[in-house]
């Protein structure tokens, strides 16, 4: 089964290292039906990894111009233009966001207080981290990963994205962070923040970034959060996080095997019509 469509794209505006250009001509000569670019919002802090307001109004101008350019051509490809949002982003632009965008992806990277000055994310500098988990967690990488699962939970219940980020992306350095996955206090946490999510959103994403770049060989979030989403009645969609078109599509063909295997009847993709989803069966 073929997933042709993705909805988590990053480009030269933010962090990625791919045009809009490449990303739609890689979309396009893999057959893609449907294409979401979802640029770091602007947050007001560490500028180096999201847009600044300028970059953010020129990448939503280039995105409008390209779904026009596509749509008069009567392309098959449908473009999307969303935004991945920090759950630190302030609630002025959130609310601007939410007006302006096609949809949003509510993602959780930073910690809201800066260590000496530098902003501490869950998936940035591992050193960083291990500072912030003994000076504030006394040690305890678990403590870490409870407040992250605070924060992240929390912030979906209350900004209701249309798509669940990277759900559990602190345990990407888990081994140089002595983070044990597999502890049941771990696992409370970030079952109580599924459920918490879940009140605020029904898609979450199983996301293939973490394999892209080599962190992992299994997607984001783990087997047991995937097999509990499924319980609870929750939507999947499929994302690379794509950060270079070379690898729009990574590892889709086996991800959709492990959700089939897995008992999920359904992938939504986005959409080609009018609504922001539709489905494709397993
Ligand atoms: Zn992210
Ligand atoms: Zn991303």
């Not at 919002?41 to 600044?52: E, K, L, P, R, V």
């Not at 783990?222 to 070379?246: I, K, Q, Y």
């Not at 992938?267 to 989803?277: C, I, K, N, P």
Request: net charge negative; charged share 20%.
């Amino acid at each position: 089964m073929k997933f042709l469509s993705n909805a988590h794209t990053h480009t030269t505006f933010c962090d990625g290292r791919s045009t809009i250009g490449e990303q739609i001509a890689a979309a396009q000569r893999l057959g893609f039906v449907s294409l979401g670019f979802s640029g770091h919002a602007m947050q007001g802090f560490d500028w180096a990894y999201c847009m600044s307001p300028d970059a953010q109004a020129a990448y939503y101008a280039s995105l409008r111009g390209a779904q026009a350019a596509l749509r008069a051509a009567g392309a098959l490809l449908t473009l999307h233009v969303g935004l991945e949002q920090d759950a630190l982003v302030p609630d002025d632009s959130k609310a601007q966001n939410r007006r302006v965008y096609d949809y949003l992806i509510g993602s959780t990277h930073y910690f809201p207080e800066p260590l000496d000055g530098a902003w501490v994310a869950v998936d940035g500098s591992p050193d960083l981290l291990l500072r912030c988990i003994r000076e504030r967690f006394h040690g305890d990488a678990i403590a870490m990963a409870e407040a992250y699962y605070a924060i992240h939970g929390d912030s979906i219940r209350r900004d209701k994205p249309d798509i669940i980020g990277h759900f559990d992306l602190v345990r990407k350095y888990a081994g140089q962070l002595g983070l044990d996955t597999n502890a049941p206090a771990y696992r409370r946490a970030a079952l109580a923040a599924l459920e918490k999510v879940r009140e605020g959103c029904a898609v979450l994403e199983v996301n293939t970034g973490n394999i892209a770049r080599g962190y992992d060989t299994m997607p984001y979030p783990a087997p047991f959060l995937l097999e509990a989403w499924r319980a609870m009645g929750g939507d999947v969609t499929l994302t690379s996080d794509c950060h270079n078109a070379a690898q729009l599509d990574c590892a889709f063909t086996q991800t959709m095997a492990m959700l089939k295997d897995g008992g999920f009847d359904r992938v939504l993709r986005l959409g080609t019509g009018a609504s922001l989803w539709e489905a494709v069966a397993l």
